[in-house]
């Protein structure tokens, strides 16, 4: 489903990350680990296309996947259900009902999404993911800011989704209790200083 | 590759070697010397030779020989502009990190032509038409050039990440350049002004006469020069600067 | 791409600013010019097309930046250029929206205005004329330098340096169809100019600022 390989991986211009690679298969669930400032977010927006790879190459079906960053793009004066209908309309999708049903959010359906807490909006933000319909989930700390029964939730909704034939990548700290989550422990990829005088090299 | 001596370096096989930084600055540095004194006896000459060995004008009496600052700067605030479009367009296409900051190198410089020309203009304005500024099609084209040299730095200098602002600021030179064309015509639609016709166009008839000619000629060399040399001095600068900063980011991640 | 504009007026209705504010900036400006200039009647005929032009290329350029900062600052955009919208769609629609919420009232309200700056009679359709042309090249040509001004935190200043010599084409010959408008010359050909920068921009400028979004986007 997803294939990278040999990815270099920059941030504001400094190469971070070199020689990841990985194969992400249906139903399976690839965890990104490693201390903060590493990289996770970077190679997460770099395999969703928002910034270059300095090298190597990602493969994946075309538009197949999801991204969640810590933003949840959330308009505050829009209800969760326009909220969520809204990115149903964008992704060509329905199951706005079922998105809410699995975070529990049709009591709130009405409210507009700024008068939800901050764990509120977070389920609001993991309930976009499934009215998109992507088989791939690229997901950045997805449990930030959730108690533990909307991590319940998550993992839950996670694994639903693994069952069905998707597949998630995710920068994640906490121990979902996902069945054989492969880890990714991206410390080994930090890219080394190179050594090399050339001058084009030193502009990366 | 950092192990490569300098005598042992291939020859150049296409122009485009020079775009790694290294080399660009190898060879400017061989150029420089010569740009500069280029550059300076053009200017001597051409300015001494205009300024005390012309003929005052029947019409425009002394005045006329501030032509010979007033010229070559308005010349090379447009030809400035254009090198930052061709150097934006290498950077789009061919994304050489020298282009970019050649661009970026060169936009201060034009402004400060653009500046000469708006200022020579207005003193010669002054005795010939009564006035320092007028709305006249070509004062105002150049004001609005000054206004995109402004803009263009502006925007340079506000984006931290280099490689960002040299995408955002190609961009905007090439956008830049298309409304730059369209306000010329549009300015001109608006207001047929008071100045003279093109001092330098092929038309005979329009030129100016050659006992003024010829010391332009020399003073617009030097111009280039001068533009060429600053520019130079300019990206290597610049070069040093955006390198300091990859290696302080380096730093910084270790 | 309809539900990205739908979204889009609906926040402009709900969150407030959106069509009233610029609406009010315009009154603004029409009110200041006499104090400005004095209240000879003759005087303010004269200078109301370009006035007016003016005003509504000012109260245009102040709700720029909000085209794309708000969808910036919560991530939208982010999720946006995930989504199998292209990019230049997006930035389509957003001028389109700006342009409902600002260009379009400020057409609607202009003949009022017009009133107020003893507008003669023969340069109310010229001027209404002008702006339909008009107003959009400006939201087009804004969406282009919110895009540009996207990530930088005060952005605002940034952003009127580089879209107002971008808007001298379109202020001319608009502003030159309503004056001409007004005297009861000929308008042909500055509104076919007009017409001209509305059609290019339209076409051309949603690349633009797709690119440079993307490139503010990593």
Known sequence: MLEVSDLSVTRGGVKLLEGVSFKLAAGQALVLRGPNGVGKTSLLRTVAGLQPALGGAIQFEPDGFAYASHADGIKATLSVEENLTFWAQIFGSNGVEAAMMAYDLRTLRERPAGALSAGQGRRLGLARLLVTGRPLWLLDEPTVSLDAEAVGMFARAIKAHLQAGGAALLATHIDLGLEDPTVLELSPYKAKTPVTDDFDEAFL | ?254 | MIALLIRDLKLALRAGGGFGLALAFFLIVVTLVPFGVGPDPELLSKIAPGILWLGALLACLLSLDRIFALDWEDGSLDLLATSPLPLEGVAAIKSFGHWLTTGLPLILAAPLFGVLMNLPATGFIPLILSLTLGTPALSVIGTFGAALTVGLKRGGLLLSLLVLPLYVPTLIFGAQVAQRGAEGLSITSPLLMLAGITCGTIALLPFAAAAVLKANLR
């Open chain 2, 1 to 254: 590759m950092n192990q490569r001596p300098e005598q042992k370096r291939p020859a150049v096989n296409s122009v485009w070697e020079y775009a790694n930084p290294r080399r660009f600055i190898a060879t400017s540095d061989r150029l420089m010397p010569w740009i500069w004194g280029g550059a300076i006896a053009c200017l001597v000459i051409g300015l001494i030779w205009g300024f005390f060995f012309t003929p005052d004008d029947y019409r425009q009496g002394s005045t006329v020989k501030i032509i010979y600052l007033h010229v070559p700067s308005a010349l090379m605030a447009i030809n400035a502009w254009f090198m930052m479009l061709v150097t934006s367009l290498i950077w789009i296409i061919r994304r050489h990190h020298v282009s970019a900051l050649a661009a970026r190198a060169a936009a201060p410089v034009g402004l400060v032509m653009t500046l000469i020309a708006l200022l020579t203009g207005a003193i010669w304005g002054q005795p010939m038409w009564g006035t320092w500024w007028a709305w006249d099609p070509r004062l105002t084209s150049f004001l609005i050039l000054f206004l995109f040299y402004l803009g263009y730095i502006a925007l340079w200098s506000a984006i931290e990440n280099d490689d960002t602002a040299a995408d955002l600021t190609s961009i905007l030179c090439l956008v830049g350049s298309v409304f730059a064309i369209l306000s010329r015509y549009a300015v001109n639609f608006w207001n047929q002004g008071l100045h003279q016709g093109a001092s330098l166009s092929l038309d005979k008839e329009e030129n100016v006469a050659d006992v003024f000619y010829h010391p332009l000629l020399f003073s617009i060399a030097g111009f280039v020069l001068l533009f060429l040399g600053l520019v130079l001095l300019r990206t290597q600068t610049e070069i040093r600067a955006r390198r300091m900063r990859a290696l302080l980011a380096r730093e910084r991640l270790q």
